[in-house]
């Protein structure tokens, strides 16, 4: 574990290329799109289509999954409150580099406690951070799992689980809602895409 004299060795070091930089040579601005929601809300499902939908635009962009990420870089958290912060600090990093880097960075995690949504509008930056709710009760959500995981989780099989043993504040102002109750992925890629356009044209 690291101290105080250790931290104080610890210089940011900024190189001769920005952010302005990355984003005149892409054609872009670098941005995070964060879709939070219940497991099985369709916050992934849109993601993955979206992200093929910008490569037809030929925008360059990258998709951070919930699941995929646990993988790798945070495959050594469980999902206790604490290792579930842990988990979206972690990806806030992650998603603020790619900022940085000009792409147009689709987070789509649960990532229930309002505090880490912050914490990663934050690091992103405000004008580059859309928080996209992507809305579904948790009967509907249940009646979409193919793992049957709400099941398990209501038998006391699994423990943690949002929704049902574990809270999930709802935004309280984000961007964009979807409701995927009424919205189709298609209709629900083009309100993303919409606001990605009204977004670029204010900047």
């Avoid at 004008?127 to 996209?132: Q, S, T, W």
Wanted: hydrophobic share 35%; charged share 30%; net charge negative.
């Amino acid at each position: 574990m690291s101290n105080s004299n250790d931290e104080k060795n610890i210089t940011w070091h900024s190189g001769k290329v920005g952010y302005t930089d990355r984003c005149q040579q892409l054609d872009q601005k670098g941005i995070v799109i964060w879709f939070t929601g219940l497991s099985g809300a369709g916050k992934s499902t849109i993601a993955v289509e979206l992200e093929k939908e910008l490569l037809k635009l030929g925008k360059v962009s990258y998709r951070l999954d919930g699941d995929n990420m646990r993988h790798g870089l945070n495959s050594d958290l469980g999902f206790s409150a604490e290792d579930r912060n842990e988990n979206i600090r972690r990806i806030a990093e992650v998603a603020t580099l790619f900022k940085d880097a000009g792409l147009i960075t689709l987070a789509s995690f649960i990532s229930p406690y309002r505090k880490m949504r912050d914490f990663a509008r934050e690091r992103a930056g405000d004008d580059n951070f859309i928080e996209v709710f992507v809305k579904a009760d948790v009967e509907i959500c249940a009646q979409r799992d193919p793992k049957g995981l709400y099941e398990m989780a209501k038998k006391g099989e699994i423990n943690n689980f949002t929704g049902i043993s574990a809270p999930y504040e709802e935004p309280i102002d984000p961007e964009l809602v979807i409701d995927t109750t009424e919205l189709s992925i298609e209709e629900s890629v083009k309100e993303v895409l919409s606001y990605i356009e009204f977004k670029e044209s204010k900047s």
